[in-house]
């Protein structure tokens, strides 16, 4: 009607920043450092780099059809797959247990109980809690065909762990419990600073 063409991109779970806040992609990472318990759950996600995502929108800037609609995905994980890779490049054991999805809302309404008290945001929800047990899986095979290759979930994970590490989202505590694999500190940008 208006005369301007409009391709749709829809990306998965996106790992990795920069961003100005904390994304609820990020806190699935995030969530993990903070769980004394190393705790899994059911389920699973597709989960892409923020730079991959960037560079799919730039392919369907020149490739993708008008009116089409194309998935960004990446890598489909269960949630144990996606924390064990948390675990390996963040330095940290587990996962250990697998939360069944009554056990993980009843935690969620506890950490939004306690976030009432405190006036800060939850980690997580009751809403976030419901997807536990159901996979998010996709392809992205649309995009693909236009040149669209996606790195893998260990590469979107380590630059979601290189974002998170710098960002004051992980307390001080947990940052120097980190024993960041080299992959993690290969996906630091370096951004040069003034000096005080």
Do not use: K
């Not at 301007?4 to 961003?19: D, Y």
């Not at 705790?39 to 730079?51: F, H, L, M, R």
């Not at 008290?117 to 536990?132: A, W």
Request: aromatic share 8%.
């Amino acid at each position: 009607e208006h005369g301007v063409e409009v391709v749709l991109a829809l990306p998965t779970v996106i790992l990795g920043g920069p961003w100005r806040h904390l994304a609820p992609s990020n806190a699935i990472v995030l969530r993990y450092l903070l769980d004394p318990l190393r705790t899994t759950y059911p389920g699973g996600c597709n989960v892409v780099s923020a730079a991959d995502v960037a560079t799919g929108h730039l392919i369907l800037l020149e490739a993708g059809d008008p009116g089409g609609r194309y998935l960004l995905g990446g890598e489909n994980l269960t949630w144990r797959q996606l924390h064990t890779i948390v675990a390996e490049l963040a330095g940290l054991p587990g996962p250990y247990a697998e939360a069944p999805a009554a056990v993980a809302w009843l935690g969620s309404a506890v950490v939004e109980g306690w976030a009432r008290v405190t006036g800060e945001t939850p980690l997580v929800t009751r809403d976030e809690s419901r997807s536990v047990g159901r996979y998010y899986w996709y392809s992205s095979d649309r995009a693909a065909s236009l040149g669209y290759a996606p790195g893998g979930a260990r590469a979107a994970v380590a630059e979601s762990l290189a974002w998170l590490v710098a960002s004051p989202e992980v307390p001080r505590w947990v940052r120097e419990r980190l024993r960041l694999a080299d992959q993690v500190r290969m996906a630091r940008p370096l951004v040069p600073r003034e000096l005080p």
